[in-house]
């Protein structure tokens, strides 16, 4: 399932359902069929969201330097995409908001 997120001030970002639960998660909120991120929340959602993808880059440095090999003696190893690539969009908007004392609304 996608979800929207709508703000005045910043165009729509759709995402994945299992994306949009996380990313509600981090800023401290819950992803029901319907939600807002009062504006007044903004600079704690921001801070939030900002110190996971610092984490975040954090721990795929460290294992980045690890080396690892297949079975075969190939390497094998496939970096995902990281919270920082994933999560940009919905930053992107959570800074337009706040700048704007927009309010960010989601539904189904």
């Known amino acids: ?54 984490s975040d880059k954090q721990e795929r440095a460290e294992h980045d330097g690890h080396f690892h090999e297949g079975e075969d003696g190939h390497d094998h190893h496939e970096i995902p995409i990281g919270l920082a690539q994933r999560a940009f969009p919905f930053l992107d908007m959570l800074r337009a908001a706040q700048k704007d004392g927009a309010d960010i609304m989601w539904g189904v």
């Open 1 to 54: 399932m996608l979800i929207t997120f709508k703000c005045r001030a910043a165009p729509d970002v759709v995402m994945l359902e299992n994306l949009a639960q996380y990313l509600v998660g981090i800023v401290g909120k819950r992803l029901g069929e319907r939600g807002v991120i009062m504006h007044d929340e903004l600079g704690e959602a921001i801070t939030k969201l900002e110190s996971a993808i610092s």
